[in-house]
């Protein structure tokens, strides 16, 4: 059986990354970089436990820490779902179109794996942005010790947001159904939006604590 994605030793990930080869791709490296983000969030949310300092916000934490976890799983999960997406796709492009039923099965597979193709960082986009949701409060109940790394996580989501959405693109920009494009498309723009403004306003809000 292949080895998983995410059970490769980083060394092992990065030399296949930067190899000639299809996967892993800037969509799966999406997923890591959100699931990294995510597990600085966890690491101030883990200091914040079992500490006096803290025991008003100790249930809303744990919580947070719950939360932080299940995005983990999920992200992980779509380093690998990216990667397993991308091989039938690849294989629509070998198919032939010598006859006219050729060229339509071929473009009926190619526009149903394209879909599925922009589904997954879909839905690294979609996690990516329930995270940085969590964001804002973790500023304001966490531990201020480890502030910085929430404010890494923050750019390492908004990373994951952007690098995700232009795997999304790269996909409906070769479909042809108008209305999954428009769907997804309009999804992708909103959580780009929206969720590259929580971030950053929540790095600006720590980067400018730093130089007070």
Do not use: H, W
């Not at 099965?105 to 960082?121: D, F, G, Q, V, W």
């Amino acid at each position: 059986m292949e080895q998983k994605m995410c059970d490769k030793t980083i060394n092992l990930f990065i030399q296949e990354l930067s190899d000639k080869q299809p996967v892993p791709g800037g969509g799966g490296a999406s997923a890591l970089v959100g699931a990294l983000g995510v597990a600085l969030l966890n690491m101030d949310a883990i200091y914040t436990t079992g500490n006096e300092k803290f025991k008003d916000v100790e249930e809303e934490i744990k919580e947070q820490i719950k939360k932080y976890n299940e995005l983990i799983i999920s992200l992980k999960e779509l380093v690998q779902g990216d990667a397993d997406a991308f091989y039938p796709l690849s294989q629509c492009y070998k198919m032939p179109r010598n006859t006219d039923e050729e060229k339509r099965l071929k473009r009926e597979a190619l526009e149903e794996n394209l879909y599925k193709a922009a589904m997954i960082p879909l839905q690294i986009m979609e996690k990516s942005y329930e995270a940085i949701l969590l964001i804002d409060r973790l500023t304001e109940i966490g531990n201020k010790n480890l502030i910085g790394d929430v404010a890494t996580g923050a750019v390492f989501l908004e990373s994951a947001l952007k690098g995700a959405s232009l795997s999304v693109f790269a996909n409906t920009c070769s479909m042809k159904n108008e209305d999954n494009i428009k769907m997804i498309n309009e999804k992708s723009m909103k959580l780009l939006k929206e969720g590259t403004e929580l971030a950053n306003k929540a790095f600006e809000k720590i980067f400018n604590g730093f130089l007070k």
